[in-house]
């Protein structure tokens, strides 16, 4: 619909500025001329659209014009006040409390009295359950620290359990799920790096100031298998009882189970064995066992027969 059209357009200009008459129309799937005739509707209805001209040109909405809350219907504000409210439990942050309740003011009486009937569709916690202070005083400290930019000295440990002493600037805080990274120049590598939160056992702040560099887009990392690509085992072939089904939907991609009759489950696929791969097979207990390859089954023993030799004084 045309209404629809020009509300979008308007959104999108307000948030984007410039566009010129072709992006639009690509944009919205109609010729040019009728996005002409969207900007002459839009400008009719008191909308301060102005025109560019020339190679660079496009069309522009005045700077200071906003709109006003009646866009957003009931639905959209829900969606808006359960994300607000999702972000609210990982920072412990004033700022964000005062955002909610701004939210929540642009709400009618009515409206307020649907959502309390209703309740919530959708929540969203990312603080996991039995996550203490820790994590929160840890995220707080480095988003402060990014704020003033001030240097920060870290003592990481890395995937393969090597430890070493980070000075970093801190640039971004990323949270992936449910898991806290931290995006910052590492002097010591002399390059961006990020760095996952849990693994930062010791942390301090800085007086010392730094000037913010630009820091790579955080939407242009993604996962590399590269990064565990030096411990690669295919064919690896784990069968667990019923007692650990719960676990294993967890753990694995639905393709690489396989339900057999007798209630048991065949995870079959190529595993980066490493530390993580092995802690996991050990702490299924006697739920699981490799049916190879042989190279993991040896592997898995050697760890096993280290920890009944720890206990043989006992």
């Given at each position: 619909m045309k209404i629809d059209r020009l509300l979008a357009m308007t959104i999108l200009?307000?948030?984007?500025?410039?566009?010129?008459?072709?992006?639009?129309?690509?944009?919205?799937?109609?010729?040019?001329?009728?996005?002409?005739?969207?900007?002459?509707?839009?400008?009719?209805?008191?909308?301060?659209?102005?025109?560019?001209?020339?190679?660079?040109?496009?069309?522009?909405?005045?700077?200071?014009?906003?709109l006003s809350r009646q866009v957003l219907s009931l639905e959209e504000l829900r969606s808006l006040l359960a994300a607000v409210k999702g972000i609210h439990t990982a920072l412990d942050d004033s700022k964000l409390a005062d955002l909610l309740e701004k939210v929540k003011a642009m709400l009618n009486k009515t409206e307020r009295d649907r959502l309390d009937i209703s309740g919530e569709a959708i929540t969203f916690d990312f603080n996991p359950w039995g996550q203490g202070q820790a994590v929160r005083d840890k995220v707080n400290a480095l988003k402060e620290a990014i704020a003033a930019s001030r240097l920060v000295t870290i003592r990481y440990t890395n995937m393969n359990g090597s430890e070493s002493e980070r000075e970093v600037e801190p640039a971004s805080l990323i949270l992936k799920g449910n898991v806290w990274y931290l995006l910052a120049y590492c002097k010591l590598r002399a390059d961006f790096r990020i760095f996952r939160l849990s693994r930062i056992c010791e942390w301090q702040v800085h007086t010392r100031l730094f000037e913010a560099r630009k820091a790579p887009p955080v939407d242009a990392y993604s996962w590399d298998a590269a990064w565990s690509a030096d411990n690669k085992v295919a064919g690896v072939i784990l069968i667990f009882r019923p007692e650990v089904k719960h676990r294993v939907g967890d753990s694995y991609f639905p393709e690489q189970v396989e339900y057999l009759e007798d209630g048991t489950m065949r995870v079959m696929g190529e595993f980066n064995a490493d530390e993580w791969f092995y802690s996991q097979l050990l702490s299924y207990g006697n739920k699981v066992k490799v049916e190879g390859p042989a190279a993991v089954v040896k592997e898995l023993k050697r760890r096993a027969a280290q920890i009944v030799d720890q206990y043989a004084e006992i």
């Open positions: 200009l307000l948030n984007r500025k410039k566009m010129s008459a072709k992006e639009l129309a690509d944009r919205f799937q109609v010729s040019t001329k009728t996005i002409y005739r969207d900007m002459e509707t839009l400008s009719g209805a008191g909308i301060p659209v102005f025109a560019h001209q020339g190679t660079a040109g496009g069309f522009e909405i005045m700077e200071h014009y906003t």
